[in-house]
């Protein structure tokens, strides 16, 4: 069945660390999206992508990078210089044209110990 | 700029009861799109519904019916005989239609919706 993976679902890091979340796609979607949720706030954009070797920026990417190096993956990395990584985040994709719905993944908890 | 605020922060109701998510929107553009997902406990947000800036027409699926109103620019949602099963978090959200293709979508802080048995 098609879909987005996201992988772990449950990631611990420690202060100071770098840590990469999965994101595979098999929908053959061009455009990926990565989200943050913190608990009651909406979804806020970290990084998209609408091509393979270029993504840009959203509304709070500060401390986290992205690559899109194959159309299936867009993997995001928490770096140290995130200052408050705690949060549920998500990968989603899209068809490049047209506003059809986002197909989200099922999520990636990371809390920072 | 754009802007989806859902004002009911969470909603409690018994089953069978008929439930409304508010959701008011601004935007400028005047082609957009308006959506809802809810979000179950596991996490992951499933797509209910996308309308057009140039449909009006209220839309009704099962038990779950839609009421876009653009002079109120409201895009509200109604639950008719609520379930269990419909406990989860409900996004409202807005994507303006770029010409770039690129759509970014502005999301609502949500609405909890308990339903209880």
Redesign the interface.
């Known amino acids: 069945d098609g879909g987005i993976t996201q992988s772990p679902k449950y990631l611990f890091r420690k202060e100071g660390q770098n840590v990469t979340l999965s994101c595979e796609q098999n929908l053959n979607h061009d455009?990926m999206y990565w989200y943050r949720q913190d608990p009651?706030?909406?979804?806020?954009?970290i990084y998209?992508s609408?091509i393979v070797n270029d993504f840009?920026k959203?509304d709070i990417a500060e401390g986290y990078s992205v690559s899109r190096e194959k159309k299936e993956s867009f993997p995001l990395t928490v770096t140290s210089a995130q200052k408050n990584p705690t949060a549920?985040y998500?990968c989603?994709s899209?068809l490049?044209?047209g506003?059809?719905?986002?197909?989200?993944?099922?999520?990636t908890?990371l809390t920072v110990v | 700029a754009q802007k989806v605020t859902q004002a009911q922060t969470e909603i409690s109701v018994v089953e069978k009861e008929d439930v409304t998510l508010d959701c008011v929107y601004e935007t400028r553009d005047t082609t957009y799109y308006l959506f809802w997902y809810k979000q179950p406990p596991s996490g992951e947000l499933v797509f209910l519904i996308r309308r057009n800036s140039f449909d009006e027409q209220n839309e009704i699926s099962g038990r779950y019916s839609w009421n876009f109103q653009k002079s109120t620019s409201s895009f509200n949602f109604t639950i008719t005989a609520s379930q269990v099963v419909d406990s989860a978090v409900y996004f409202c959200a807005l994507s303006e239609a770029g010409g770039t293709g690129f759509q970014k979508l502005v999301f609502g802080t949500g609405t909890r919706l308990l339903v209880s048995p």
């Open positions: 455009a009651g706030q909406g979804l806020r954009l998209y609408q840009q959203g549920f998500l989603a899209t490049s044209q506003a059809y719905g986002y197909t989200f993944g099922s999520g908890r």
